[in-house]
């Protein structure tokens, strides 16, 4: 099997278009058009539907985009080992992790580290669901929950605290609840049931507290921990956030300090395979460097 092909077979199948392999290929159109014909008519199958939206994998594409996918991955991960084996960590690292959490956390802090360590090419996909690292989709994770994928090294990072917030504006209008009980009346913003939540029981505020008839009812449900912060921070209502954005935070008011809810464990997980490599390594290092410096804020 022609090896030119097959790269642009697994660049044509991840775009899913000829026009868009060939922009990632610098060929044009109508080059990557040949190459793929030429590949099918040499395994005397075809290997993509066409149609006026774009290509499809048949089932003789798919079983050879798995086998394609895999060895561009490990091509990939040996090349990032090869240019480690020199003494200064360098190479790409792709790092996944909340859309909260990375804008307001992670983020923050990524500028001394790429200051630290120039030759290592950072990329962060926020993203709430859980990318595969088999798949090498992300070199590492830090995740709200501990990792369900097999195989993945992982490291306990920090326990993030909820808290109760409310913005002074909204306190103003609606007064500020005193107790538990207080909250029945009140607009509560919670997480959305639609996604996974980066805690077993993140709506709690819906049932705390001595009540005998049906759970609160909310004023909003939204998916993302940063929208919930947007949400409360507009003056809509009260919601539960996690402490690691405490600078922003400074803009809300605590309510009923003495009521905690559940803690949200974070860790760092990150292949197997990539075990011994050094900008992991290094990168691990200095996120327990920062926490240490300064908690969870």
């Not at 107790?179 to 819906?206: F, Q």
């Amino acid at each position: 099997m022609d090896w030119d092909k097959l790269r642009v077979f697994h660049a044509v199948a991840e775009a899913g278009s000829f026009t868009h392999a060939g922009e990632s290929l610098n060929l044009s159109q109508s080059a990557v058009s040949r190459q793929i014909s030429a590949l099918e008519e040499s395994l005397d199958v075809p290997l993509f539907h066409r149609h006026a939206r774009g290509l499809i994998l048949t089932e003789q594409g798919e079983v050879l985009f798995r086998t394609a996918r895999d060895v561009f991955a490990k091509l990939a991960m040996t090349e990032a080992q090869i240019s480690e084996s020199r003494e200064r960590p360098q190479g790409p690292l792709k790092v996944t992790t909340t859309v909260a959490f990375g804008m307001l956390w992670l983020t923050p802090h990524l500028r001394e580290f790429i200051e630290l360590y120039p030759d290592i090419q950072v990329s962060i996909i926020l993203d709430d669901g859980e990318l595969d690292l088999a798949m090498r989709q992300a070199d590492v994770a830090i995740r709200m929950s501990p990792p369900r994928q097999p195989d993945l090294v992982q490291r306990h990072l920090m326990d993030l605290q909820l808290n109760c917030y409310a913005a002074p504006e909204y306190l103003k209008r609606f007064g500020e609840p005193k107790s538990v009980e207080d909250l029945d009346s009140h607009r509560l913003i919670v997480y959305g049931d639609d996604a996974k939540a980066p805690a077993g029981n993140i709506n709690w505020l819906l049932s705390v507290g001595p009540r005998s008839d049906a759970p609160r009812r909310p004023v909003l449900k939204i998916n993302n921990i940063y929208g919930m912060f947007l949400a409360v921070q507009s003056g809509l209502g009260i919601a539960a956030l996690p402490n690691y954005f405490s600078r922003e935070l400074k803009t809300l008011v605590q309510i009923l300090p003495e009521l905690r809810g559940p803690v949200i464990e974070t860790f760092f997980a990150y292949p197997e395979e990539l075990r011994h490599s050094k900008r992991i390594a290094v990168f691990r290092d200095f996120l327990l460097k920062k926490i240490a410096e300064q908690g969870a804020s």
